[in-house]
């Protein structure tokens, strides 16, 4: 009740702005080419490596390697370079301890203080995930969940569960993609995340909350199987 009681507080007075700058795209397009393994868990590459695999300048991919090793997926290595972080199963596990009770606020959050202009967004994801779910494309997927976890986190409108989230999804969306094969049909994850960002739209914080509990247990589950197989 408390958590209800505080999300509904009035906050037009302090919105927060996403941030826009090239090291904030420079972060994603790293983070996305890490996520989706286009540089591989343990290797070890240079600053130039990364600038030239998206063609930004030294300035904003030195920050934004900065902000990836602060989320687990570089580590630097003094003069031997930079090293993609391992891929770690009872570390993933771990992190989803802590995310369970972050995304009952992001889901509950995100339904309350959605604009409409947002709800319109969500409704626009859900339906895209019912697509992805059709094709069971795994690259849409993991694409399409960094877009709905974004939205989420403009909905909400709070930049500390922002830097908090921002440590976390990126590791486990990589840990999911390495492993996918494992699980073949990835149809049901996709319709999970349809059915959350459809609750958000909706406005309705209960049905959202259980909706990424359903998603943070479906990962969890995925995780102890690949740490069990």
């Known amino acids: 009740m408390e958590l209800r009681h505080s999300l509904a507080i009035d906050l037009t007075k302090c919105e927060y702005q996403a941030p826009d700058s090239q090291t904030e795209i420079a972060y994603h397009q790293l983070e996305e080419k890490i996520v989706l393994l286009e540089f591989s868990p343990g290797l070890i590459v ?122 976390l999804q990126p590791i486990m969306r990589r840990f999911w993609f390495a492993h996918t094969r494992m699980v073949g049909d990835t149809r049901l994850i996709s319709r999970m995340h349809g059915q959350a960002a459809r609750s958000v739209a909706e406005g309705d914080e209960d049905k959202a909350a259980k909706a990424f509990t359903r998603i943070v247990d479906s990962n969890r589950n995925f995780v102890q199987s690949v740490i069990y197989k």
Not at 53 to 80: C, D, H, K, W, Y
Not at 87 to 109: H, I, M, Q, T, Y
């Open 46 to 167: 240079t600053e130039k490596d990364f600038s030239e695999s998206i063609g930004f300048g030294r300035t904003p991919v030195r920050e934004a390697i900065q902000r990836l090793a602060m989320a687990g997926l570089l580590n630097v290595l003094p003069r031997r370079g930079i090293k993609v972080s391992d891929l770690d199963a009872c570390s993933v596990l771990r992190l989803l301890e802590v995310n369970r009770g972050l995304d009952d606020l992001v889901a509950r959050s995100s339904a309350v203080r959605a604009t409409n202009e947002q709800r319109l967004e969500f409704s626009r994801l859900a339906e895209e995930f019912d697509d992805i779910a059709e094709r069971n494309d795994v690259v849409a997927q993991v694409r399409l969940d960094s877009d709905f976890n974004n939205l989420c986190m403009l909905a909400m409108g709070n930049e500390h569960a922002n830097k908090m989230c921002r440590l």
